[in-house]
């Protein structure tokens, strides 16, 4: 008597390994750690559309506005989504964007340096920053948060005292001629209708996603973030790997410092106020993780993409702004509910 064929063996050869393959690929797409930043964007997008396109939202300049509002926070929230998957925050790049704003224009408006020169000092000081935040943490193990949290009141303090001791003020004017030619054009020109600061945050984005998810430098990241113990067991140097990401988010703070002096026009020790707390939220929103190894740059420029949305969507709508920030405190505790979720129904699956 021949045995009976099962449905699943009657079927042509290579079809239940194309139906685990189509089940994996899903499986796949619905636990990517951007998931519910990219589907909060879309709704946020959606909803503006709805309620502000008669004033001007899906315009043009709507467009442009909510963008440049975006690469502000996504120019440092992109580093800064590394450093927290690499298991460590930095609260003083907000600071940062102060001081090394106040460092180009004093330079240039005070003590006649040439443009570049300013622009090179506050670099080398934001990188200097960036390297004694990581050495401190990797060689005293005391937690990241301590540290630039220290770093955050200290570089503010500094910021307001050198400015008030040098030029007895607290904001600085550039010159008419620092406003123009080629270094003005390359961070804060326009491309089109849109500003360079944008094109500054997707290439950071691009840049650092190919670091992160095609290099060994972006192995290490997750493995310093997830397990630093086991990773320095197997061979990653995960005190250099931190060190050189608090490097990055500090010099982040330089070039965003850069962009804003030169659009603005000015320097002010006030620029950057809560921006350290932007970033983080918009790394969270992205799906990274508070405690390291898990997270993408990609959820992290969606995460930005949101705060410019929301803010210049409000705006747009006539409502009172202050709702913004209750807005966005909705939007952290809904991503990190629904990124838990998810994380919880892919390890139940696997």
């Known amino acids: 008597m021949a045995?009976?064929?099962?449905p699943e063996a009657a079927r042509p050869p290579g079809h239940q390994a194309a139906r685990v393959r189509r089940v994996g690929t899903l499986r796949a797409w619905l636990t990517r750690p951007e998931l519910a930043a990219v589907a909060g964007c879309v709704l946020v997008w959606l909803f503006f559309a709805a309620v502000a396109s008669d004033s001007g939202?899906?315009?043009q300049g709507g467009t442009a506005s909510y963008l440049e509002v975006a690469a502000q926070v996504g120019i440092v929230g992109v580093p800064v989504a590394m450093l927290m998957i690499a298991g460590e925050f930095d609260l003083s790049v907000g600071s940062m964007v102060g001081a090394a704003g106040m460092i180009i224009a004093i330079s240039t408006a005070e003590y006649g340096?040439?443009?570049?020169?300013?622009?090179?000092?506050?670099?080398?000081?934001?990188?200097l920053v960036g390297l004694f935040n990581g050495y401190i943490v990797v060689k005293t193990g005391l937690p990241s948060f301590i540290v630039t949290l220290g770093m955050l009141f200290a570089l503010s303090g500094a910021t307001i005292g050198l400015s008030?001791?040098?030029?007895?003020?607290?904001?600085?004017?550039?010159?008419p001629g620092d406003l123009e030619g080629f270094l003005h054009s390359l961070f804060a020109g326009k491309i089109g209708p849109y500003p360079a600061s944008i094109a500054w945050w997707l290439g950071l984005a691009v840049v650092a996603t190919y670091v992160l998810q095609k290099t060994v430098f972006g192995n290490w990241v997750f493995g310093a973030g997830g397990d630093k113990y086991a990773a320095r067991n197997v061979g990653v140097p995960v005190a250099r790997v931190k060190i050189l990401t608090f490097v990055a988010t500090a010099t982040s703070a330089a070039l965003?410092?850069?962009?804003?002096?030169l659009d603005a026009g000015s320097a002010d020790v006030i620029r950057g106020q809560l921006l350290e707390l932007q970033a983080i939220a918009a790394a969270v929103i992205g799906g990274v993780l508070?405690?390291?190894g898990y997270g993408s740059v990609i959820g992290a420029l969606f995460g930005a993409l949101i705060f410019g949305m929301v803010q210049q969507g409000i705006f747009f709508t006539g409502v009172d702004t202050d709702w913004f920030k209750l807005f966005v405190g909705a939007m952290i505790l809904l991503a990190v509910l629904f990124n838990n979720l998810i994380r919880k129904r892919a390890a139940e699956a696997h």
């Open 57 to 59: 939202f899906l315009s």
């Open 113 to 127: 340096w040439p443009l570049w020169a300013g622009i090179v000092a506050a670099f080398v000081v934001a990188a």
């Open 290 to 292: 508070l405690t390291g």
């Open 164 to 175: 008030r001791l040098l030029t007895d003020r607290t904001q600085i004017s550039m010159y």
């Open 3 to 6: 045995a009976t064929q099962t």
């Open 256 to 261: 965003l410092a850069t962009i804003q002096v």
